[in-house]
């Protein structure tokens, strides 16, 4: 069956809809997720982007709780300490899992876990840290099994949190971004932005029993600017929903250096960094 | 005032980042956040602003409506003088810890707050003018704040909306007539009238007092306080200021710790300085407010208007 043979259908190309718009009333397209049908007519629950695969019509929402897949790199809070289990905000429906069997413990990565280790839990997560993280697996509910199973991941220290939508944070290779000024990102992919001072790796290896550590390094002035100078960045993306990459940040940086960090928030300065972005984004492109 | 739960990490972050001089946004201790200021959109009450203090449209919001009753004088109340009673309310939707019975405190909190500074002759509302007949009856103002969104310093936005909701008050005129009653005595009596083009607006209010909020973070202290800010600090202190640089009002919060006297007589002598800027930005706004309530048939831009409008 032709799409374009019936005249009375409606056009179900790529189209901007909000809730109670009406799609389509032919009744040859299956209704998914974000529509419902009243009579014959199919229309969109959500405000969102139209989407049709063959005979499927959905609706793809602009703002959707972050669900979590195996393998994504995400920073999470940790809100409760329970037997055996951390359970961590992930910006998500449902709090996150970290077990205690999936963390590294200090001295070592081959270590045992001890029946002490069980009675200290708070010794290495405490209620409220935040936590560099893999989505490992999940549990018969839904909710996430995370691990910090390898030496990137863990505690975060020294630097500060920024939110973002998830769906500006698009999942990639690497999450984990050393950028040319001199500060670290953890983009999250569940939207939780990790900016801090730039410390290197070798540093983070030799004290293996530091790794658990609340003590920042000392931050200089500087540092703290070029800091809040791209948690500035990283915010105006998000407010101007730009997606949020390395690249978008880097280009961000550069294009702010010609104001002073405090009015990268102003509706006028902002605004013109967006576009800045957006613009050197689409040139990269072509 | 959110409860908002830091890592040990994150708090010395901002901590020594204050006591450098440096928040985490960039802004300097005593930088103070972008507003937006609104007027006028409750018709039916008397005088309504909306504020809100914070960046790229997403901040600290309150709607204050101004409404005016007629009371009648009761014996033992004061003979010549209207009065003023505030009200605030946090939404539950504002943030999780107002759900339920959760915003009980910080209302009573909030709402002893605006009537130590608008309830009273400090406030420069003439309460005389108040007065319709002496002994019989007086004009009550309610002030009815809302506070719809918290991301930090409630209280300098509560403060900005209710003098932007008073700025824009007006009453309707009273005539007030003396008749002789069946025994050749005097009586007053009086009849509002029921024009609505026919308003005065309310008196003294230039001299109303505008409100800076300290927060004490380790050994300094800022302005205009985020809402991660507010989780580190241990102590706020509010002062309100008049236009004529007098202090009218003084409260301090925050159950953590109290305040090093000599830190108190430096914040006193930096709040007058601030108020003189903040009187200075409120004007600006306020007059944008009332130019954009003039003309409403505004073409929105739609460049970036979810940033601008409410």
Known sequence: ?286 | MASLILSPAEQDFIIRGVESGLRADGRGSLDRREVSLRTGMISQANGSARCRIGNLGVGTDVLVGVKAEVNTWAPGEPEDVGSVVCNVECSPSAAQEFEGRGAEEINVELTQLLDRIFNGPQSGIDLKKLCIIPKQAYWVLHIDALVLDVKGNIVDTLVWATRAALLSTSLPRVVVETIADEMGNMQAEFDVVDDPEDLTPLEGTERLPISVTFSQIGKRYVVDASEQEEAVAQARITVAVSPAMEICAIQKGGILRGFPPSLLSEILQTAQRIAREELTRFGTHYSQAERQLASQAEEPNTGSTFLVTF
């Not at chain 1, 961590?88 to 590294?104: A, F, T």
């Not at chain 1, 003590?215 to 407010?239: P, W, Y």
């Open chain 1, 1 to 286: 069956m032709e799409i374009d043979e019936q005249p009375q259908r409606m056009d179900v190309a790529a189209r901007i809809v909000t809730p109670g718009t009406a799609i389509t009333s032919d009744t040859a397209f299956m209704r998914g997720h974000g529509t419902f049908a009243e009579h014959d007519t199919i229309y969109s629950s959500v405000a969102g982007v139209v989407e049709r695969i063959n005979k499927l019509v959905s609706v793809r929402p602009l703002k959707q709780r972050y669900s979590g897949e195996i393998g994504d790199i995400i920073v999470g809070r940790i809100t409760e300490v329970a037997s055996k289990r951390w359970r961590v905000d992930v910006n998500s429906r449902q709090d996150g899992v970290l077990l205690l069997s999936s963390i590294n413990l200090p001295g070592g990565i081959q270590r045992r876990k001890s029946e002490s280790d069980e009675l200290q839990m708070r010794s290495f997560f405490a209620e409220g840290d935040l936590v560099f993280a893999e989505v490992q697996s999940y549990f018969a509910d839904g909710a996430l099994s995370l691990h910090t199973r390898s030496i990137q991941y863990g505690k975060l220290r020294n630097g500060t949190l920024v939110t973002a939508f998830p769906q500006l944070v698009p999942r990639s290779r690497s999450h984990f971004h050393i950028l040319p000024c001199g500060v670290d990102v953890v983009l999250g992919v569940n939207g939780y932005i990790w900016v801090s001072k730039h410390v290197p790796a070798s540093t983070v290896e030799a004290n293996a029993e530091l790794i658990y550590s609340d003590k920042n390094e000392s931050i200089s002035d500087d540092e703290r600017e070029v800091i809040a100078r791209v948690a500035n960045c990283i915010q105006l993306l998000n407010r101007l929903y730009v997606k949020i990459t390395d690249t978008s940040i880097i280009f961000a940086y550069e294009a702010s250096l010609a104001h002073a960090a405090k009015d990268l928030l102003t509706r006028d300065v902002a605004t013109e960094l967006a576009h800045n972005v957006m613009t050197r984004l689409e040139q990269q492109q072509a």
